[in-house]
């Protein structure tokens, strides 16, 4: 007979990198303030975080969360369908719809759970999804737990979008879903191009702007950078980057809005976001209102560390945006460059397969607004050390 567990009993390869100490994940840090952080007394420049605008420690966003605790305590203790919804989360997706330019919003517990709930609450049995092959897990996931057809094409390649929405019935419904900033790569979707052909093929568009909302559109988005709000139907962002929080939300028409709320089972069947959080996204939503200036300073931040890189030979793939890939192509060599970073006192995060291409592995480096010019020219200073040593460049 065979045993469910010996798939665990034989899976050896973390615990094989632990013992050779180059073990890249689950690292517990001492400490994390903002662009710098401690793993047991050893300092690190943190530019491996989605702390985009580096609020998490911004002092009204620290208040905001203190003040709701003593407030209202640690946790709601319910799903916002029960005894789970504050006034403070319907006025956040009030704030929320209105930054994004949409007519309503609905706050859910995690980005994944929005992710989830909405796709499998839209997509029936006679629809089709068709998402990005580089779209987040949470996407790829939502697809699956739906009960309609799922379709993927070529990586921001339109004429594979294309040839999926035309061979698809006119009688199905279709929702195609891309990234709006993609995670990896740092590159942005082609929004122009696929509104054409969603109009084209009368098919509805939803962007997850979990890596863009904060740094695009003056902070509003994809649609927003683009100029094309009115035109997506669907956008879709987290709380646990920009928003320095915990939480998602997805925004649209009311009606539409209306039936996710009552169909979308992460959302019925899970905890609300406890009152800090929601206290702390609202926060740093004002931050964002009143402070447009660390968006401009990110901006600044991203052409400088890319085109510092570009110069010093390292390839930076198509990244336009404050996430910018350093491609490696090996596993191996990817950990090593990891590893000698992390002991140098750069934290950067490995990205290897199946989470890309063979050949394709990289180290994602990611800004935040509140990164000083010292602590950039040191990590430049760093990373031409490590790549000289490892012959990167």
């Known amino acids: 007979m065979t045993d469910l567990f010996a798939k665990c009993y034989e899976f050896t390869t973390a615990k094989e990198a632990m013992e050779a100490g180059i073990y890249p994940y689950f690292i517990p840090l001492t400490g994390n303030e903002g662009t710098e952080a401690n793993y047991h007394g050893h300092r690190l420049i943190m530019c491996g975080s989605n702390n985009y605008l580096g609020l998490t420690v911004h002092p009204k966003v620290r208040q905001a969360a203190e003040e709701a605790i003593q407030k209202y305590g640690t946790s709601c203790t319910g799903s916002r369908f029960l005894n789970g919804t504050l006034e403070?989360?319907?006025?956040l997706e009030h704030e929320l719809a209105e930054w994004v330019g949409k007519e309503a919003a609905l706050v859910f517990s995690t980005g994944m759970q929005t992710n989830l709930g909405t796709i499998s609450a839209l997509i029936g049995r006679a629809d089709v999804v068709i998402i990005d092959k580089?779209?987040?897990?949470?996407?790829?996931?939502?697809?699956?737990?739906?009960?309609?057809?799922?379709?993927?094409f070529r990586h921001n390649d339109m004429a594979d979008l294309e040839h999926c929405l035309s061979t698809i019935p006119e009688k199905k419904g279709k929702l195609v879903i891309v990234d709006g900033l993609f995670s990896m790569g740092g590159d942005v979707a082609p929004l122009p191009e696929i509104v054409r052909l969603c109009k084209q093929y009368g098919a509805r568009l939803m962007v997850d702007d979990a890596h863009a909302m904060g740094v695009l559109g003056g902070g509003r988005g994809t649609a927003a950078h683009f100029g094309l709000t009115d035109q997506v139907d669907l956008i879709m962002s987290t709380f646990s980057k920009s928003f320095a929080s915990l939480g998602g939300f997805i925004a649209g028409d009311e009606e539409?809005?209306?039936?996710?709320?009552?169909?979308?089972r992460s959302l019925i069947f899970s905890a609300s976001i406890p009152p800090s959080n929601a206290a702390a996204a609202l926060a740093a939503l004002e931050v964002m209102r009143t402070e447009p200036e660390r968006i401009e300073r990110l901006t600044q931040i991203a052409d400088f560390m890319r085109k510092s890189y570009q110069a010093l030979g390292f390839n930076t793939l198509n990244s336009t945006t404050p996430v910018i890939p350093i491609l490696i192509g090996d596993t191996m060599r990817t950990v090593l460059a990891w590893k000698m970073l992390f002991d140098a006192g750069v934290f950067v995060n490995p990205v290897l397969n199946p989470a890309?291409?063979?050949g394709q592995e990289l180290l994602r480096t990611s800004y935040m607004a509140t990164h000083t010019d010292a602590?950039?020219?040191t990590v430049l200073g760093i990373f031409e050390k490590v790549g000289k040593q490892m012959e990167l460049i």
């Not at 580089?134 to 993927?152: F, N, P, Q, Y």
């Not at 539409?256 to 979308?264: E, G």
Request: proline share 3%; no cysteine; aromatic share 8%.
């Open 356 to 358: 890309v291409p063979a």
């Open 134 to 152: 580089d779209d987040h897990a949470s996407i790829v996931d939502g697809a699956k737990l739906s009960w309609g057809e799922t379709r993927r």
């Open 256 to 264: 539409v809005i209306h039936y996710i709320k009552h169909f979308a």
């Open 88 to 91: 403070m989360h319907e006025q």
């Open 375 to 377: 602590q950039l020219e």
